[in-house]
């Protein structure tokens, strides 16, 4: 192959496998615009988008000895991409459906504290998730956070779609009764995190 010689995707994606800067460089160069301007159609934000390109290409770097270089490597970074627009705009969500919630319900007992925020909610939401057991709590990041859909879980962690479905439903049910037992109301939690 000759230096002017362009590299191809396959070779870039096995040289970043091992660690190559370079090919790791050259892909952001290529995809990097791609996907900001996929970003920015969805979620209308510079920052937003920046920050999606960089959460990618963060995740492409630390899991690049997992990458495939037989598989699509463009398809797998609007994947990641899509996934974080999603959990962008869910998160936005959240934030508006629980400010209207608030407002449309003063009279409701929704937090022990009035002056609780979103980010506080948030925080207590995350922390029920942690008390989750490993595996459990491991299904259901990979539904909520990474999008996944049970039969793809079952596949990842080589489990029946059916101890998958059972570990979601007790999951919720456990995630539910514990921010109650924090004051929140099983209602707004479904509606800003499910």
Same mark, same amino acid.
């Given at each position: 192959?000759?230096?002017?010689?362009?590299?191809?995707?396959?070779?870039?994606?096995?040289?970043?496998?091992?660690?190559?800067? #370079?090919?790791?460089?050259?892909?952001?160069?290529?995809?990097?615009?791609?996907?900001?301007?996929?970003? @920015?159609?969805?979620?209308?934000?510079?920052?937003?988008?920046?920050?999606?390109?960089?959460?990618?290409?963060?995740?492409?770097? *630390? &899991?690049?000895?997992?990458?495939?270089?037989?598989?699509?490597?463009?398809?797998?970074?609007?994947?990641?991409?899509? &996934?974080?627009?999603?959990?962008?705009?869910?998160?936005?969500?959240?934030? #508006?459906?629980?400010?209207?919630?608030?407002?449309?319900?003063? #009279?409701?007992?929704?937090?022990?504290?009035?002056?609780?925020?979103? &980010?506080?909610?948030?925080?207590?939401?995350?922390?029920?998730?942690?008390?989750?057991?490993?595996?459990? !709590?491991?299904?259901?990041?990979?539904? !909520?956070?990474?999008?996944?859909?049970?039969?793809?879980?079952?596949?990842?962690?080589? @489990?029946?779609?059916?101890?998958?479905?059972?570990?979601?439903?007790?999951?919720?049910?456990?995630?539910?009764?514990?921010?109650?037992?924090?004051?929140?109301?099983? *209602? *707004?939690?479904?509606?800003?995190?499910?």
């Amino acid at each position: 192959m000759k230096k002017n010689d362009p590299i191809s995707e396959t070779d870039l994606v096995l040289a970043l496998k091992d660690g190559n800067l #370079q090919a790791f460089s050259e892909l952001f160069d290529q995809y990097g615009k791609r996907l900001y301007h996929f970003s @920015i159609r969805y979620l209308k934000s510079v920052e937003d988008a920046e920050e999606i390109v960089q959460d990618v290409f963060l995740k492409i770097w *630390i &899991n690049r000895a997992e990458l495939s270089a037989q598989k699509s490597f463009e398809s797998y970074l609007f994947t990641i991409t899509k &996934n974080g627009i999603l959990n962008t705009i869910r998160k936005s969500k959240s934030e #508006q459906v629980y400010q209207n919630y608030v407002k449309l319900h003063p #009279q409701k007992n929704v937090l022990l504290d009035d002056e609780l925020d979103f &980010n506080e909610l948030e925080i207590a939401y995350k922390k029920v998730v942690d008390k989750l057991s490993p595996r459990r !709590r491991e299904i259901f990041i990979l539904s !909520r956070d990474q999008s996944l859909s049970n039969a793809e879980i079952a596949v990842k962690m080589n @489990i029946s779609l059916k101890t998958v479905e059972n570990q979601m439903t007790s999951a919720l049910s456990e995630i539910r009764r514990n921010l109650r037992s924090l004051g929140f109301s099983g *209602i *707004i939690f479904f509606e800003l995190f499910l």
